[in-house]
């Protein structure tokens, strides 16, 4: 679980990252949404708002019951994106990470700066040894940030995202934690 102590850790002045809040819902609710964004996510089906509701309400931020942990990007109180861990490995010390920023808010250095958050929250407070992210292997912006953030490229998964009737490649990358 979050607590105040490491709210110091969660924030670089710029950018801080904070616990789901209910308010938080219809923002969830339209990134969830947002069919432009499932040919990056193993999404399926929208989402309804109790959907969201409940996810939101009932939310465990203890990652090592839940075996995941998503935070909300904020700047200046507004939140503009989330960031994931997800398949939480407690013996090997490793999870995948996801990044959101909404539409108005891209290309302005949020997401990077997020990723440093996390790896530092993850290797200072958890212990995490490394951090995983499977990026399409058309997402330049992404690739190039994850590039910037230390990760190293460690894979490539051939056909492995489906969108419609086609197929495409993603890479496999990894940041080892110091």
């Known amino acids: 679980m979050i607590t105040d102590t490491d709210t110091q850790l969660l924030s670089d002045g710029t950018v801080t ?15 969830e949404n947002d069919t432009r964004m499932w040919t990056s996510a193993t999404t399926a ?23 995941q942990l998503r935070l909300m990007i904020c700047v200046d109180g507004v ?11 407690p013996v090997n010390r490793r999870a995948g ?8 808010f891209r290309r302005r250095g949020y997401a ?18 490394q951090l995983w992210a499977i990026v399409r292997a058309d997402n330049a912006s992404s690739r190039s940030m994850l590039a910037a ?3 190293d490229t460690c894979g490539r998964l051939r ?4 969108h419609g009737t086609t197929y495409t490649d993603a890479y496999l990358y ?5």
Request: glycine share 6%; hydrophobic share 50%; with cysteine.
């Open 159 to 162: 056909s492995w995202l489906r």
């Open 149 to 151: 953030a230390g990760y």
């Open 112 to 129: 990077a700066r997020a990723l440093a958050l996390l790896a530092r929250y993850c290797r200072d407070r958890i212990g995490m040894h």
């Open 79 to 89: 939140a503009v994106g989330a960031a994931d861990l997800f398949d939480f490995d």
């Open 17 to 31: 990252l904070r616990a789901l809040e209910p308010a938080d819902i219809d923002t969830v609710l339209e990134w």
């Open 45 to 67: 089906a929208p989402f309804s708002r109790r959907n969201i509701e409940e996810y939101v309400l009932t939310y465990d931020a203890d990652i090592f019951s839940a075996r």
């Open 174 to 178: 990894q940041l080892l934690l110091p």
């Open 97 to 104: 990470i996801g990044v959101v920023v909404g539409e108005p």
